[in-house]
């Protein structure tokens, strides 16, 4: 997959055409793939400032290498390259607009050896792009058809667990680094043409007894390998997963440390029932109607709340106009969530000046950032009726 840099412009285009030649093609910044933090992808944060969050960035540091290892065992239940997943990284990190990323993901995908030029790999290539973009920008849109796109072109469940995986997974990297980006005070780089997330349709979210059913098979006890055995053979301990669990054990170390992330993060301090709040409102943003209901059923304080947001924009706007406390809260969440590119110390300062302390706001926005993932996890792997 080729990368060029238009004149004029100051972003990258990402194009699905293979190259054979990796050598002729340059990244803009060829020093983004050389970090030592994949993760935060070394930004200037004094070592004392993130102490208080390792409990959920070493987990996160750690699906980062095993997400994108330098090379990559494929067989034929395992067919997604080291290409597919850097370029779908880059994807992704476009679609959410945070410029270092961009350059991390492009000066790391530049040098891989792209697909043969076949229509059959262009063809393969192109829907990976699409699947990815569609997912990233707007999960509600994903259904299955979209799920059977990628099974035409030859991905397998393992495939399908694995793409999900990374497209949630650099949507929250893409989310932290904006927040601390914005802790540190950083202007913001607005890329001209990128639109903000819209809300997903309404109509859905007035299934209240809608359940999730997973559209992929689970692994299958018998069939599995000792690590997957491992991962079933105990329920699973964290709520967000326990119904996700048999279709990520496809993957068990990636569903391992995204359970102790989750674990981790949950354990934080956070500001009192704001965590609730972004759950709600992030589900309601994304379109997952299976998360929403979740943490519906485990919120009954929060039924006005909840009643508002189960209808259109307008009356959410309308309902942050009467809550003025609740409204900083929320933006500062609708911001992230639907622009991370656009996320400023402007919304930062006026959360954590929120009796907030810059710790709690870090923690509390980095939840909804893995919300999200969770979003795309559900929406991606299953349906709601």
């Given at each position: 997959m080729e990368q060029r840099r238009i004149e004029g412009k100051s972003h990258w285009y990402h194009e699905t055409q293979s190259n054979a030649w990796a050598q002729d093609v340059l990244p803009l910044v060829p020093?983004?793939?050389?970090?030592?933090?994949?993760?935060?992808?070394?930004?200037?944060?004094?070592?004392?400032?993130?102490?208080?969050?390792?409990?959920?960035?070493?987990?996160?540091?750690q699906l980062a290498h095993i997400l994108f290892p330098p090379h990559v065992q494929q067989n034929q239940m395992n067919t997604f390259s080291a290409y597919e997943r850097m370029s779908t990284a880059l994807t992704v990190a476009q679609v959410c607009g945070v410029q270092r990323l961009c350059n991390h993901y492009a000066a790391r995908l530049a040098p891989l050896p792209g697909p043969d030029s076949s229509r059959e790999s262009n063809h393969r290539l192109a829907q990976i792009t699409q699947y990815a973009r569609q997912l990233a920008s707007?999960?509600?849109?994903?259904?299955?058809?979209?799920?059977?796109?990628?099974?035409?072109?030859?991905?397998?469940?393992?495939?399908?667990?694995?793409?999900?995986?990374?497209?949630?997974?650099?949507?929250?990297?893409?989310?932290?680094?904006?927040?601390?980006?914005?802790f540190l005070g950083q202007p913001v780089?607005?890329?001209p043409g990128l639109d903000m997330q819209p809300?997903?349709?309404?109509?859905?979210?007035?299934?209240?007894?809608?359940?999730?059913?997973?559209?992929?098979v689970a692994v299958a006890f018998h069939l599995a390998n000792a690590e997957q055995q491992a991962c079933l053979s105990h329920p699973q301990p964290v709520t967000e997963l326990q119904q996700l669990a048999p279709v990520l054990?496809?993957?068990?170390?990636?569903?391992?440390?995204?359970?102790?992330?989750?674990?981790?993060?949950?354990?934080?301090?956070?500001?009192?029932?704001a965590s609730?709040?972004?759950?709600?409102?992030?589900?309601?943003?994304?379109?997952?109607?299976?998360c929403f209901n979740e943490q519906a059923q485990r919120s009954p304080e929060c039924a006005a709340f909840i009643a508002t947001l189960r209808q259109d924009e307008r009356e959410i706007q309308q309902w942050e106009r009467r809550h003025p406390v609740e409204r900083i809260t929320l933006q500062a969440i609708q911001w992230l969530t639907r622009a991370p590119d656009r996320f400023s110390d402007v919304q930062f300062s006026a959360l954590s000046g929120?009796?907030?302390?810059?710790?709690?706001?870090?923690?509390?926005?980095?939840?909804?950032?893995?919300?999200?993932?969770?979003?795309?996890?559900?929406?991606?792997?299953?349906?709601?009726?």
């Open positions: 020093e983004a793939a050389h970090v030592e933090d994949r993760f935060l992808l070394d930004l200037p944060i004094p070592e004392e400032a993130l102490f208080p969050f390792q409990s959920w960035l070493h987990p996160a540091r707007s999960p509600a849109v994903i259904d299955a058809r979209a799920r059977q796109h990628l099974d035409d072109v030859g991905l397998t469940v393992w495939d399908s667990v694995l793409i999900s995986q990374i497209v949630g997974f650099v949507g929250f990297q893409a989310r932290v680094v904006a927040v601390f980006q914005a780089r607005w890329v809300f997903a349709p309404a109509p859905p979210f007035a299934a209240v007894e809608a359940t999730w059913h997973p559209a992929h054990a496809h993957e068990p170390a990636l569903l391992s440390l995204l359970a102790t992330l989750i674990t981790s993060a949950l354990r934080t301090g956070m500001p009192q029932n609730p709040l972004a759950t709600l409102l992030t589900a309601r943003i994304n379109g997952s109607v299976a929120l009796d907030f302390s810059s710790e709690q706001a870090i923690n509390l926005l980095s939840w909804s950032g893995l919300c999200g993932w969770l979003n795309r996890l559900k929406i991606a792997l299953g349906e709601t009726h």
